[in-house]
T-cell receptor, first 112, second 110 residues
Framework: DAGITQSPRYKITETGRQVTLMCHQT?????MFWYRQDLGHGLRLIYY???????DKGEVPDGYVVSRSKTENFPLTLESATRSQTSVYFC???????????FGDGTRLSIL | SQQGEEDPQALSIQEGENATMNCSYK?????LQWYRQNSGRGLVHLIL?????REKHSGRLRVTLDTSKKSSSLLITASRAADTASYFC??????????FGGGTRVLVKP
């Protein structure tokens, strides 16, 4: 079925570890986005990508790395996790223009 | 910083009543969108209203936009228990990036 999937759904790791969150969409949407959702802050954009091999920073990019070698995948890596990165992470995709964003069900990440 | 701010932060109503929530934003926009988020799930797009539109309907949803006041409202008529969720407005100043507000939590009691 077409859609957008995130993995893992839950992850617990320790400070200083590297962790990668995966995002895969089957619509061939050109745009993909990573958000984090925290109480009191709503959703904040971390990084986005307009096409394969094109990425750009959002509102809160520090501590995160993204890549987009294929249109359908947009992994997000925390190179050295910190407790402040404990959050729920959402990936989304869009066809661009005025088209809405379609969200995955999120990854709940806890950093101890 | 949040472009959109929803009001109220939380809303509790009885099934069958109407629910109204408001969104204010700061800069000029290309369009404004409303999303719903059920507990533990991702956001789902509800409706988009362009900057040159004043009102839009979709089923039991009615959205208004007042660009002079930089505000929008979402009305859910004849609410159901299944409407219990958080509702977010998102603005698109330009391009394809959205800026989300903090959301309104709606509880519909049976």
């Amino acid at each position: 079925d077409a859609g957008i999937t995130q993995s893992p759904r839950y992850k617990i790791t320790e400070t200083g570890r590297q962790v990668t969150l995966m995002c895969h969409q089957t619509w061939s949407h050109s745009y993909m986005f990573w958000y984090r959702q925290d109480l009191g802050h709503g959703l904040r954009l971390i990084y986005y990508s307009a096409a394969a091999d094109i990425t750009d920073k959002g509102e809160v990019p520090d501590g995160y790395v993204v890549s987009r070698s294929k249109t359908e995948n947009f992994p997000l890596t925390l190179e050295s996790a910190t407790r402040s990165q404990t959050s729920v992470y959402f990936c989304a995709s869009s066809g661009g223009g005025n088209q809405p964003q379609h969200f995955g069900d999120g990854t709940r990440l806890s950093i101890l | 910083s949040q472009q959109g701010e929803e009001d109220p932060q939380a809303l509790s109503i009885q099934e069958g009543e109407n629910a109204t929530m408001n969104c204010s934003y700061k800069t000029s926009i290309n369009n404004l969108q409303w999303y719903r988020q059920n507990s533990g799930r991702g956001l789902v797009h509800l409706i988009l209203i362009r900057s040159n539109e004043r009102e839009k309907h979709s089923g039991r949803l009615r959205v208004t936009l007042d660009t002079s006041k930089k505000s929008s409202s979402l009305l859910i008529t004849a609410s159901r228990a299944a409407d219990t969720a958080s509702y977010f407005c998102a603005t698109a100043p330009a391009g394809n990036k959205l800026t989300f507000g903090g959301g309104t939590r709606v509880l519909v009691k049976p």
